[in-house]
Nanobody, 125 residues
């Protein structure tokens, strides 16, 4: 599975961005997918995840109510709508796929098997 994330950029605090992730190769609609982020000098952290069916979503407390994750299994794409952005949201955002069919979504980095290259989001104050 190859993942291509895009949509990052520079935005002022309070603004919005929409990240997308396209999956190629041996993809499957039975895989859970997620977004993580990594700020300079910090460990990669969980942002949001969605089950293979799209019926269950998970959010980090820091983004709950501001970010919305969604997936389109017909197009093999994953999106993250980010609203009311804050300077502390500045990071490289990674999409990830948990390559085990029918498994639930997870908040742990080590549970994901495939990763995109990341897209940089910079929020200015």
């Amino acid at each position: 599975v190859q993942l291509q994330a895009y949509g990052g950029g520079l935005v002022q605090a309070g603004g919005s961005l929409r990240l997308s992730c396209a999956a190629f190769g041996r993809t499957s609609t039975t895989y859970a997918v997620a977004w993580f982020r990594q700020a300079p000098g910090k460990e990669r952290e969980f942002v949001s995840a969605i089950s293979w069916s799209g019926g269950t979503t998970y959010y980090a407390d820091s983004v709950k109510g501001r970010f919305t994750i969604s997936r389109d299994n017909a197009k093999n794409t994953l999106d993250l709508q980010m609203n009311v952005l804050k300077p502390e949201d500045t990071a490289v955002y990674f999409c990830a796929v948990r390559g085990r069919s029918w498994s639930g979504a997870s908040t742990h980095v080590y549970e994901y098997d495939y990763w995109g290259q990341g897209t940089l989001v910079t929020v200015s104050s």
